[in-house]
């Protein structure tokens, strides 16, 4: 399939800054396309010369299988339309004045506007939602207002391709999703190609995603093939914990966040963390920040526990998943337990899953704590396996920053 538009061998410069570097894309018809990248790694500039505004030193820009330098200004933007970065409008101009300007490409030059031509440009402010701003002044409205009508305005030019700088950063993250539910809905009658600050949303509505990283392609296919956590650490150097997203199956990124775990002077205090199902995650940053030698499990190796405690390099005692908690994980329990200051059960109530557990717990001499916010017990041995050892001394506690002053830290 010939691309509907594409870069070739693209070197871009301002002045003796050479920012693109030999740069090859192209994009097929239908497709969205999500370009990330690190703050000036050259995504703007590469849209902007896609879209001509900028003239590279060297290679081609392709616009439907012609060198975009050969087109006629009106009959690229019938098939080119660009929503820029900036949402700066100079002049007094009505809402409805400005989206009207997306129509100019299509009406001669002293051609009044027709019935056809309203009618485009008010149907681009209601896909928008800013047709009520329509008689408004757009210096006027808010920048999320004015980001909406901008993007009428390139609606109303109706192209066929649509390059989209940042295209939501002024949008709260309602307007965010109805712009990008909107664009995505317009593919694949046009191609969109589109920068994104927000993995998660380029994840979930493009097709295909290039990552950039100093005026240079370093990866480009699906979402999960681009967002990996070893790429965003290498262009971004920050960690994140890359999963599937529960209704979307699509990848979803967040921040690992460090705690000062790395930094925190040891303070010799030594606390094993029985959790399960995410319940200790919290625990386990609030005690690796004051230095603590933290230890957990018996926990399963799928568990969201698991992650959050091997993310702190913390000495996990692991069962496969499902399995019951073997003889050796068990003795193993036993003696780190002998050896610690403190154990403490997270999530209450207490659930079966956590039995084999609390029975080491039955002949341990240490403080034993059970953090939760709720304190009921639903009955079944584990709920009367916590009765009996908070009658021998374990003691519940609501909220972490309590259990913490507790433990003295
Ligand atoms: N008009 C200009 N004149 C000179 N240098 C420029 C100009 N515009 C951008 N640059 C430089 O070119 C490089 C790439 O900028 P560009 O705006 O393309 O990056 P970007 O990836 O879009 O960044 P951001 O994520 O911050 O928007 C940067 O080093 C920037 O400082």
Do not use: W
């Amino acid at each position: 399939m010939t691309p509907v538009i594409s870069a070739e061998k693209l070197s871009v410069s301002y002045g003796d800054h050479q920012v693109l570097e030999n740069l090859s894309l192209a994009v097929e018809e239908g497709g969205f396309i999500g370009i990330l990248g690190p703050n000036g790694c050259g995504k703007t500039t590469f849209l902007r010369t896609l879209s001509r505004i900028l003239e590279p030193d060297a290679g081609a820009v392709m616009v439907e299988g012609l060198d975009v330098s050969t087109y006629d200004t009106k009959a690229l933007a019938k098939i080119l339309g660009c929503v820029r970065q900036e949402t700066d409008v100079a002049f007094g101009f009505t809402v409805r004045e400005i989206v009207l300007m997306g129509r100019h490409p299509h009406i001669g030059r002293l051609a009044p506007l027709s019935e056809t031509d309203l009618a485009i440009a008010d149907e681009a402010m209601r896909t928008t939602n800013t047709l009520h701003l329509a008689d408004r002044l757009v210096t006027e409205v808010s920048g999320g207002e004015r980001q909406r009508v901008l993007i009428a305005r390139t609606l109303a030019q109706q192209p066929r391709i649509l390059l989209l700088d940042e295209p939501t950063s002024h949008l709260d993250i309602n307007h965010q999703l109805e712009i990008l539910q909107l664009i995505h809905s317009l593919t694949p009658k046009i191609t969109v190609v589109g920068v994104f600050h927000d993995f998660n949303l380029a994840s979930y509505f493009c097709d295909r995603l290039i990552l950039m990283n100093g005026g240079k392609i370093t990866a480009a296919g699906t979402p999960a093939e681009v967002l990996t956590a070893n790429r965003i650490r290498e262009s971004f150097q920050v960690q994140m914990l890359v999963s599937l997203h529960p209704l979307t199956g699509k990848p979803y990124c967040v921040p690992e966040y460090e705690t000062a775990s790395e930094t925190a002077a040891e303070n010799g205090v030594r606390v094993h963390v029985i959790s399960g199902g995410g319940s200790g995650a919290k625990l386990f940053h609030a005690l690796a920040s004051r230095g603590c030698r933290i230890t957990a499990g018996v926990v399963a190796i799928n568990d969201a526990d698991f992650s959050a405690a091997a993310a702190l390099d913390v000495e996990i005692i692991t069962e496969p998943p499902f399995a019951a908690v073997s003889y050796a994980s068990a003795q193993r329990l036993r003696e780190i337990i002998h050896g610690s200051d403190a154990v403490v059960v997270c999530g209450m109530p207490i659930g079966q899953g956590n039995l084999a557990n609390l029975l080491v717990l039955q002949d341990a001499d240490v403080p034993i704590y059970f953090l939760g916010e709720c304190e009921d017990f639903t009955g079944g041995e584990a709920s009367a396996l916590v009765e009996e050892l908070c009658g021998n001394g374990a003691v519940q506690v609501s909220d972490t920053c309590d259990l913490i002053r507790r433990l003295g830290l």
